[in-house]
Antibody, heavy 120, light 110 residues
Framework: QITLKESGPTLVKPTQTLTLTCTFS??????????VGWIRQPPGKALEWLAL???????RYSPSLKSRLTITKDTSKNQVVLTMTNMNPVDTATYYC????????????WGQGTMVTVSS | SYVLTQPPSVSVAPGQTARITCGGN??????VHWYQQKPGQAPVLVVY???DRPSGIPERFSGSNSGNTATLTISRVEAGDEADYYC?????????????FGTGTKVTVL
């Protein structure tokens, strides 16, 4: 059974850097085809894809946020970490990590999400 | 970048059929995935690769994709289908290959 869980601060100040950790079980990020992504959702708004890392270390980023994002993996710890620099109140959102289907580009299992508020 | 447009809302009576559209330039050439999200919950994948269903998703959920429009169809709508629905694709048509979500549609069961 695949599970994912996000963790990190609930409150960050403007200009700070956000670091979120996705801890997962039920699969290995060293298995060919596996990917873990990050998606966020501001209150009352639509889903927005942020980043994804593949089993082979390949990374993809949202074009609009690429300069602020870094995604990394620790295969031994079953974790994926997302950092977002220069946080702004508009970055207030629920942040989800999700498992990508082995074949194709859908996210089949999602974490419960973690709410991050950006405020001074 | 690639844009996916959905109607903000769709209303349907119980037992009837709901159709949710997702518009994008030549979306028929891409694989479309659909998610259901109920209030306070994480999204759930209900259709992938245009028309396949994950295990545990009722056959009432089906999908199609052609031309510039993909459609999620919910047959015999139930009260429990009331939720927000999002389409999603992988856009590899530009230098910035990336995932894209639609604008979302709120389905209300009357």
């Amino acid at each position: 059974q695949i599970t994912l869980k996000e963790s990190g601060p609930t409150l960050v100040k403007p200009t700070q850097t956000l670091t979120l950790t996705c801890t997962f079980s039920g699969f290995s990020l060293s298995t060919s085809g596996v990917g873990v992504g990050w998606i966020r959702q501001p209150p009352g708004k639509a889903l927005e894809w942020l980043a994804l890392i593949y089993w082979n270390g390949d990374k993809r980023y949202s074009p609009s946020l690429k300069s602020r994002l870094t995604i990394t993996k620790d295969t031994s710890k079953n974790q994926v970490v997302l950092t977002m620099t220069n946080m702004n109140p508009v970055d207030t959102a629920t942040y989800y990590c999700a498992h990508k289907l082995l074949r194709g580009f859908a996210f089949d299992i999602w974490g419960q999400g973690t709410m991050v508020t950006v405020s001074s | 970048s690639y844009v996916l447009t959905q109607p903000p809302s769709v209303s349907v009576a119980p037992g009837q059929t709901a159709r949710i559209t997702c518009g994008g330039n030549n979306i028929g050439s891409k694989s479309v995935h659909w998610y259901q999200q109920k209030p306070g919950q994480a999204p759930v994948l209900v259709v992938y690769d245009d028309s396949d269903r994950p295990s545990g998703i009722p056959e009432r959920f089906s999908g199609s994709n052609s031309g510039n429009t993909a459609t999620l169809t919910i047959s015999r709508v139930e009260a429990g289908d009331e939720a927000d629905y999002y389409c999603q694709v992988w856009d590899s048509s530009s230098d910035h290959r990336h995932y894209v979500f639609g604008t979302g549609t709120k389905v209300t069961v009357l």
